[in-house]
T-cell receptor, first 115, second 115 residues
Framework: DAGVIQSPRHEVTEMGQEVTLRCKPI?????LFWYRQTMMRGLELLIY????????DSGMPEDRFSAKMPNASFSTLKIQPSEPRDSAVYFC?????????????FGAGTRLSVL | DAKTTQPPSMDCAEGRAANLPCNHS???????VYWYRQIHSQGPQYIIH???NNETNEMASLIITEDRKSSTLILPHATLRDTAVYYC????????????????FGKGTKLSVKP
């Protein structure tokens, strides 16, 4: 299995630009999570989906952030417009509820720098 | 979810056992203890989890005290590649209430394995 795949690995953009981060979960997994990691705040959950439906988006910092999951094999996290304080590493994770072990598998992350 | 307390850092000699402690004195009866680690510039990686019995897998052993208020992750023969931040997380049982919930990451323990 290829694991959770995120793209791009690195993104450098200028303030005000739109940024789209992509995630392909592990095939067969029914939960998908987006996290953000910064030095100040550590790892924090932004939003998660179950069977492509957003369940909890209370961690999304503001309306500039949006996430979609159009199908079971693809999700996007969009920031529009981006700001320097959005600079962070963004992780996607997926899990399968059928095993009842609740183990999340993380991607390698996207390092975002907003100048 | 219950909170956990971990030492901020620990050193271990290569080839020796690394014993990482975690206090979770307010853990509830239906909460499991999960351990993840994050190697530099990578996504978090699941290690092991347990409810009340000691657990062992190919990566580590988990020892949970009888009162469940603390636990220890044991890496039996630490290598340089085990240098990472180790997170102890407690959370409700799998699929509790039909929701996977989320992982609340604290600051973890930075383990440095030295030659």
């Amino acid at each position: 299995d290829a694991g959770v795949i995120q793209s791009p690995r690195h993104e450098v953009t200028e303030m005000g630009q739109e940024v789209t981060l992509r995630c392909k979960p592990i095939s067969g997994h029914d939960y998908l999570f987006w996290y953000r990691q910064t030095m100040m705040r550590g790892l924090e959950l932004l939003i998660y989906f179950n069977n492509n439906v957003p369940i909890d988006d209370s961690g999304m910092p503001e309306d500039r952030f949006s996430a979609k999951m159009p199908n079971a094999s693809f999700s996007t996290l969009k920031i529009q417009p981006s700001e320097p304080r959005d600079s962070a590493v963004y992780f996607c994770a997926s899990s399968f509820s059928g095993t009842r072990k609740n183990i999340q598998y993380f991607g390698a992350g996207t390092r975002l720098s907003v100048l | 979810d219950a909170k956990t307390t971990q030492p901020p850092s620990m050193d271990c000699a290569e080839g020796r056992a690394a014993n990482l402690p975690c206090n979770h004195s307010t853990i509830s009866g239906n909460e499991y203890v999960y351990w993840y680690r994050q190697i530099h510039s990578q996504g978090p990686q699941y290690i092991i989890h347990g409810l009340k019995n000691n657990e062992t897998n190919e990566m580590a052993s988990l020892i949970i005290t009888e009162d469940r208020k603390s636990s220890t992750l044991i890496l039996p023969h630490a290598t340089l590649r085990d240098t990472a931040v180790y997170y102890c997380i407690v959370r409700v049982a799998v699929n509790y209430g039909g929701s996977q919930g989320n992982l609340i990451f604290g600051k973890g323990t930075k383990l440095s394995v030295k030659p």
